[in-house]
Every structure is written in C-alpha cells, then in structure tokens.
C-alpha cells in the first residue's frame, strides 16, 4: 500500500542523546514536511523539503536537522534532545511544493526524552 | 501572519444528527484549504481539498464548503455515525510564505449512539 512510513513509532530517550527519526514515502512526491504535534499548541512545521537536494526551515526548527538526499527518503535528527522536544513527530509529503495540493501524513513517531 | 481557528473546540452529538465544523482564517490570500480527520494515536488523514477558486466539494456524507472573501470553510457531516468520532482539523495553504500549511487547533467531534 502506497504511503508514507515513519519510524520508530515510539521512543523514549535520554537528554544529551542524539536521535535519527525516519521517513519514507513510495508515491514520488516531490515536497516532504515535518511537524511536531503538541497539545494545545497543535501541529507546528519543523521543516520541510521542497524536491530532493533542497531543504527549509519551518516554524520551529532549533534543535533540529533534516537532509534529503533522494526523493523516498526524509530524516529528522535530533542532535542533542532535550526534553521539550517530547512530542508527536509527524512527517507529511505532498505531490507538489507550492499550492501543495493534498497532504499524505505519516501515522507518526511518539518520541518522550528524559 | 496567516490564523487558523476552529470553533468549537468540541462538540457531542446523537447518532443520525447533520452537523456543521467551522474554520475561519485571516489571511484570504491563499491556495486551497484542506479538511483532515484524525483518530486517537494516529496521523492525519485527508477528507476533502478546496481549492481557492471552488467553492465546495462533497466526499459521501461530507461536504465542504469556502468563503474565500469571508475567510470561513464549513465541514458539514450528514446523518453523523459512530465511526465519524475523530478529530477533524482544518489547514489553509497560504500564499503569502507557502512552504506550509496552517492548521486550526481541531474540533474533537464525539456521535453519540
């Protein structure tokens, strides 16, 4: 089934640890997204990549990394957690980057730091 | 900067009742809007897409409405069941800084049976 893949699907991990949060998608679209989900701060953009090769930053990308070497794969490192970044991780990919057209989500990464 | 809003937060119902979510914007300016449902634990899941120059579009039970000029998009549920207990989000694809969606902080629908 065609999708988008996100890996692990929950975490726990001490501060000061650095962590590789993983995205695949098989639909070859063009722009991938990540977003952090809290609550009552809802889903905030991390960052986000409009074709491979190319990366952004979103609304809240401090302490966060993203590389995109191909057009299936979008990782999100956490360089050093810290414990504000527990949160629910969700990647998203879209067919095209500008007037996205529709949005696909991952069913996300549950990630707690310590 | 572009503002999503939902109203209500949350919302219960009986089974078999029409419903309506609302989502409301400040920024017209934009590409599409789009409606998502999200069930506990899991990701987001796309119900309808509007683009800016349509006015509505309809998806079974589900029918979707946008007033661009008014900034406001309605999400209408006919004969509500169950199963349509989710979260629904609305997110606008804003021109002005369109590398991302904004969404609304969700409406938590629960269908009574």
């Known amino acids: 089934i065609a999708g988008i893949t996100q890996a692990p699907t929950s975490q726990i991990l001490a501060a000061g640890r650095r962590m590789t949060l993983r995205c695949t998608q098989d639909?070859?679209?063009?722009?991938m997204y990540w977003y952090r989900q809290d609550l009552g701060l809802g889903l905030r953009l991390i960052h986000y990549?409009?074709?491979?090769?190319?990366?952004g930053k979103g609304e809240v990308p401090d302490g966060y990394s993203v590389s995109r070497a191909n057009t299936d794969d979008f990782p999100l490192t956490l360089a050093s957690a810290v414990p504000s970044q527990t949160s629910v991780y969700f990647c998203?990919?879209?067919?095209?980057?500008?007037?996205?057209?529709?949005?696909?989500f991952g069913e996300g990464s549950r990630l707690t730091v310590l | 900067k572009q503002e999503v809003t939902q109203i209500p937060a949350a919302l219960s119902v009986p089974e078999g009742e029409n419903l309506v979510l609302n989502c409301s914007f400040t920024?017209?300016?934009?590409?599409?809007l789009q409606w998502f449902r999200q069930d506990p634990g899991k990701g987001l899941t796309s119900l309808l897409l509007?683009?800016?120059?349509?006015r509505e579009q309809t998806s079974g039970r589900l029918n979707a409405s946008l007033d661009k000029s008014s900034g406001r998009s309605t999400l209408y549920i006919a004969a509500s069941q169950p199963g349509d207990s989710a979260t629904y989000l609305c997110?606008?694809?804003?021109?002005?800084?369109?590398?991302?969606?904004?969404f609304g902080q969700g409406t938590r629908l629960t269908i009574n049976p």
């Open positions: 509007i683009q800016s120059s349509q």
């Open positions: 998203a990919s879209s067919r095209l980057a500008v007037n996205t057209g529709e949005l696909f």
């Open positions: 639909m070859r679209h063009n722009a």
């Open positions: 920024d017209s300016a934009i590409y599409n």
């Open positions: 997110a606008v694809n804003t021109i002005q800084g369109a590398q991302k969606l904004v």
């Open positions: 990549s409009n074709t491979a090769g190319t990366t």
